[in-house]
């Protein structure tokens, strides 16, 4: 167990709607990263956050928005789904900055129909 | 875009062996991490090399890394086969450290 905590574990919509996954980092870790698994593919860097704030931009679609709330959990909203943002959702920790590895969530997966 | 590229995408090998993945990257960095993830699962870090460090152990891991060439290479000796998953080469870009970018992968599978 990672400690990192993320829900919904499956998530099934329709295009053109709007999710929220939700990732509760380990105990203490203040930056959070949000990353996006297609099949078969390798993980594309959405976006990252330490203690509540906007850290590093990755290839995020405009549609895409994350923030970390006070309590430093964190937020990835995904509006008008496409079919192809069918993937696996991952948000991982770290003690601080990206000098620390990296502790994953078991992920999100996302399926839109 | 990805910043480190796993070579070979996949690896079949029998039990016993030793396993050998490379990792390229494109620019400066401050480390590099190498991460296992089991089909579907969350990844798991392993092993991370800092840019002034040229080989690491941990077990039957050994990472070694060239900074001049841009690589790295994870090295599984005597295989299992829980060995078998994807590893994954990680680095942070130089110039803003805030971002890790991951490779496309090596599928290791281990025939019994």
């Known amino acids: 167990d990672s400690g990192v905590t993320q829900t919904p574990k499956h998530l099934i919509t329709a295009t053109g709607q709007r999710v929220t996954l939700r990732c509760s980092p380990r105990s203490g870790d203040l930056s959070v990263y949000w990353y996006q698994q297609s099949l078969d593919q390798g993980l594309q860097f959405l976006i990252q956050y330490y203690n509540g704030e906007e850290r590093a931009k990755g290839n995020i679609l405009e549609r895409f928005s994350a923030q970390q709330f006070p309590d430093l959990h964190s937020e990835l909203n995904l509006s008008s789904l496409e079919l192809g943002d069918s993937a696996l959702y991952f948000c991982a920790s770290s003690a601080q900055g990206s000098y620390e590895k990296l502790f994953f969530g078991s992920g999100t997966q996302l399926s839109v129909l | 875009s990805q910043q480190g590229e796993e070579d070979p995408q996949a690896l079949s090998i029998q039990e016993g062996e030793n396993a050998t993945m490379n990792c390229s990257y494109k620019?400066?960095?401050?480390?590099l991490q190498w991460y296992r993830q089991n089909s579907g699962r969350g990844l798991v870090h392993l092993i991370l090399i800092r840019s002034n460090e040229r080989e690491k152990h941990s077990g039957r891991l050994r990472v070694t890394l060239d900074t001049s060439k841009k690589s790295s290479s994870l090295l599984i000796t005597a295989s299992r086969a829980a060995d078998t998953a994807s590893y994954f080469c990680?680095?942070?870009?130089?110039?803003?450290?805030?971002?890790?970018?991951f490779g496309s992968g090596t599928r290791l599978s281990i025939r019994p």
């Open positions: 620019t400066s960095i401050n480390n």
């Open positions: 990680a680095t942070d870009l130089g110039s803003s450290a805030s971002k890790i970018i």
